[in-house]
């Protein structure tokens, strides 16, 4: 049957292969088996700090595991084939993506880009929200939100040659046209979807404007302290913390991309430390332990690791990300700006402004980097004012 939302648009160049995610019972029952078996190390003084200064302590360690060994996957599964989902081959990629298509003429297309250790199922709230708030009859928008290449449920990129963020965006771009937005759509992104999504502005004619949740750069040298408010500057020092205590994942992933791939795909919990890490120190709030299970287990399932870590490669050895600082990546196009103050460099608005025509800026008192996991309704509520401000830009 049929999902709602689920319509190819009529001016389609192509027509996706609808899909639905159905995992075998015996990759399952494998990871359960994986899970028991695991060994955790030892106790060490690092492993019981409970500010978790040098990693994740080993007691969350083992109550997660414990906590896994139960998991039930089906409901996940069942959730995520609850939306409608497609599959499309390009450029010997099959890239899956779930969309919310509208039936309305006039439909803004919006793409939306996850990172690392991210996936579409970040945006599943902010669908959810969505559907509760327009009927496939009213919907003002078409959602896309594409598994990027390597990740989750897209295939990976080529194996006998080098493939980039640049790669990425030009495949997300022909998938977007090809399903019949030529005449233009809007990207959103946070962490390397910030990235994919600035690219796509720059370098994408059917990009018409840009809204992002992150911005990875240094201070500009012609931007005084007194254009940075007291609130920002405070928030600065989280992005200090991090590229001091929290960035060394990403030079491993970025100098050593096989062998952290490798050493992460022979062990779920050993994979599990490796994210669950992120998912506890990259938010504002807590998540429920049970959001950072579904992500963990998906990555495992799909082997997503190794395959999805070709980005950071681009970052070594220069410092994380830093492509906004370049006048090649300035956004002349409409670029809308959330703002999160436990994101992992929380930029200044005076120091975002310098990397694009920035139209639309929102500042928040709460969130962190996964905004579109933790806060869903903000992030959405953003999103439709910077849609609306810049409509008429897009056809």
Known sequence: MALAYGDIPSGAEVSPKPYQLHIPDEQVEELLVLIKLAKVGPPTYESSQEDRKYGITRDWLLQARQTWKEFDWRPTEKRINSFPQFTYDIEGITVHFVALFSKKADAVPIVLLHGWPGSFLEFLPLLSLLRERYSPEELPYHVVVPSLPGFTLSSGPPLDRNFTGGDTARVIDRVMVNLGFRGGYVAQGGDIGSWIGRTLAVDHGACKAVHLNACYMDKPANVQDSAISEFERQNLARGEWFMTYGSAYAFEHGSRTSTIGNVLATNPVALLAWIGEKYLDWVDEPLPLNDILESVTLYWLTESFPRALYHYRENVPMPLFKQAEDPRW???????????????????????????????????????????LERPTVLLDDLEGFVEQVRADIK
């Open 330 to 372: 300035y956004i002349q196009k409409p670029f809308g700006f959330s703002y999160f103050p436990k994101e992992l460099v929380p930029v200044p608005r005076a120091w975002v402004e310098t990397t694009g025509n920035l139209v639309f800026w929102k500042e928040h008192d709460k969130g962190g980097h996964f905004a579109a």
